[in-house]
């Protein structure tokens, strides 16, 4: 059973950085492709990021492609959202997700975190 974490979200203010963690459990992480999404309030759930199991990057939502970026260590089961230049419509609940890359592309995962709030003031 495949189970994703998600960690290192709160509260902060514009123009602040943080590093989401996602902490994986189960077999053949190194094979997975992982991605971060977000769900705004009142908006659907979207793409952020993708990686594939090369470390080859696949960008979901162009217009935070220069202030986010999506890493993975697989000696620590591991992926990680680095988010720079936090700005209040950044405010969201983020999500890592794994599963195909070709899956995760069409917005959908095998499996997904419980999600973790990120909130930006002004």
């Known amino acids: 059973q495949v189970r994703l974490v998600e960690s290192g979200g709160g509260l902060v203010q514009a123009g602040d950085s943080l590093r989401l963690s996602c902490a994986a459990s189960g077999r053949n992480f190194r094979e997975w492709a992982l991605a971060w999404f977000r769900q705004a309030p009142g908006k659907e759930r979207a793409g952020i990021q993708a990686?594939?199991?090369?470390?080859?990057?696949?960008y979901l939502e162009d217009s935070v492609k220069d202030r986010f970026t999506i890493y993975r260590d697989n000696a620590k089961n591991t992926i990680y959202l680095q988010l720079n230049d936090l700005q209040p419509e950044d405010t969201a609940i983020y999500y890592c997700?794994?599963?195909?890359?070709?899956?995760?592309?069409?917005?959908?995962?095998?499996?997904w975190g419980q999600g973790i709030q990120v909130t930006v003031s002004s």
């Open positions: 997700a794994a599963g195909r890359l070709s899956t995760i592309v069409s917005g959908r995962a095998d499996v």
């Open positions: 990686i594939s199991a090369n470390g080859g990057r696949k």
